[in-house]
């Protein structure tokens, strides 16, 4: 280890919705966590990895935290509030455009409580492209009325505002220690989970409200010749008649999914992708 590396953990959470996943895309200047309208996009932990000079920040990127009614929700809830025990930082993160909901009150009150020693909490406000400046000001005062007197940062995850100053700030206060990941490594999750997920969020996104959450995407085979990645996947649907809805009318809408599911995976991989997809009922 030389003298003055660090290493962190910044976890990124917040209600569903507010930005917690484009604003770690951001960071890594490349989508690997999915982003789409719906409340519990994100479904499981997952970092992504960066190196600003000699500091290395894994940001954790967690389920939004609800008001869980079903057991899958109570899931996703526990493990958003597991990634606070491993988290260095934690960014507690706000909607600029719907400023400090009960929700948030109450995921700040239980952070405040839960909180280990030597964490340190932070508020982002995203959103900011859709606000004006006194509206920003209300807010942060607010915040500091209700929460105390923390860090906070103003960004934007869709314009790409705010994150030099907060990435260097985040660099130097994280704390000495030795890298924990390769410095080439953007991520703990495989790359045909990452693959599946891109996958999803277009299935998400093309099919709105016709779906139930639970649909699956696994990539099944994934193969490089002459730089081209050829890959196959499969999307579980949990009955018969959700085949038809994700295949559409004579397959146009797989196909308009897997277009642009291959730009997205291209993108990714900065390599000529060949997708392969198959619709199956889950048993
Ligand atoms: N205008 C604007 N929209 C944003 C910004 N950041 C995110 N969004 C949008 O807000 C929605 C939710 O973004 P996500 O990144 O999926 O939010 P999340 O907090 O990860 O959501 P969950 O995973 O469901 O908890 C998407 O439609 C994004 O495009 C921003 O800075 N400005
Ligand atoms: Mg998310």
Same mark, same amino acid.
């Given at each position: 280890?030389?003298?003055?590396?660090?290493?962190?953990?910044?976890?990124?959470?917040?209600?569903?919705?507010?930005?917690?996943?484009?604003?770690?895309?951001?960071?890594?200047? #490349?989508?690997?966590?999915?982003?789409?309208? #719906?409340?519990?996009?994100?479904?499981?932990?997952? %970092?992504?990895?960066?190196?600003?000079?000699?500091?290395?920040?894994?940001?954790?990127?967690?389920?939004?935290?609800?008001?869980?009614?079903?057991?899958?929700?109570?899931?996703?809830?526990?493990?958003?509030?597991?990634?606070?025990?491993?988290?260095?930082?934690?960014?507690?993160?706000?909607?600029?455009? #719907?400023?400090?909901?009960?929700?948030?009150?109450?995921?700040?009150?239980?952070?405040?409580?839960?909180?280990?020693?030597?964490?340190?909490?932070?508020?982002?406000?995203?959103?900011?492209?859709?606000?004006?400046?006194?509206?920003?000001?209300?807010?942060?005062?607010?915040?500091?009325?209700?929460?105390? %007197?923390?860090?906070?940062?103003?960004?934007?995850?869709?314009?790409?505002?705010?994150?030099?100053?907060?990435?260097?700030?985040?660099?130097?206060?994280?704390?000495?220690?030795?890298?924990?990941?390769?410095?080439?490594?953007?991520?703990?999750?495989?790359?045909?989970?990452?693959?599946?997920?891109?996958?999803?969020?277009?299935?998400?996104?093309?099919?709105?409200?016709?779906?139930?959450?639970?649909?699956?995407?696994?990539?099944?085979?994934?193969?490089?010749?002459?730089?081209?990645?050829?890959?196959?996947?499969?999307?579980?649907?949990?009955?018969?008649?959700?085949?038809?809805?994700?295949?559409?009318?004579?397959?146009?809408?797989?196909?308009?999914?897997?277009?642009?599911?291959?730009?997205?995976?291209?993108?990714?991989?900065?390599?000529?992708?060949?997708?392969?997809? #198959?619709?199956?009922?889950?048993?």
């Amino acid at each position: 280890m030389t003298t003055n590396e660090k290493f962190g953990f910044v976890a990124l959470i917040g209600e569903p919705n507010v930005g917690k996943s484009s604003i770690l895309n951001n960071f890594l200047d #490349k989508k690997i966590s999915i982003v789409s309208h #719906k409340v519990q996009t994100t479904r499981f932990r997952l %970092n992504g990895i960066i190196q600003v000079k000699s500091s290395q920040m894994a940001f954790i990127d967690t389920p939004g935290i609800c008001d869980a009614r079903t057991l899958k929700e109570r899931s996703y809830n526990k493990v958003a509030w597991r990634s606070i025990h491993d988290a260095n930082i934690v960014a507690l993160v706000i909607d600029a455009k #719907k400023g400090i909901t009960d929700s948030t009150r109450l995921i700040a009150k239980r952070l405040k409580l839960n909180i280990v020693e030597h964490t340190n909490i932070i508020i982002v406000l995203n959103k900011i492209d859709l606000v004006d400046k006194e509206r920003i000001l209300q807010i942060t005062s607010n915040i500091y009325d209700e929460f105390g %007197n923390f860090d906070t940062f103003f960004v934007s995850a869709r314009k790409g505002i705010g994150f030099d100053d907060f990435r260097e700030w985040l660099a130097s206060s994280i704390p000495d220690g030795k890298w924990f990941y390769k410095s080439d490594q953007l991520s703990d999750m495989p790359l045909e989970k990452i693959m599946a997920e891109l996958t999803r969020e277009k299935i998400f996104l093309r099919l709105h409200d016709e779906l139930p959450y639970d649909l699956e995407v696994e990539t099944v085979d994934l193969k490089k010749a002459n730089n081209t990645y050829v890959i196959h996947q499969e999307i579980y649907v949990t009955r018969e008649s959700q085949k038809g809805i994700v295949l559409g009318k004579n397959g146009r809408v797989i196909k308009e999914i897997s277009i642009k599911a291959r730009h997205e995976i291209e993108n990714f991989l900065d390599q000529k992708v060949h997708l392969f997809l #198959k619709v199956k009922l889950k048993k």
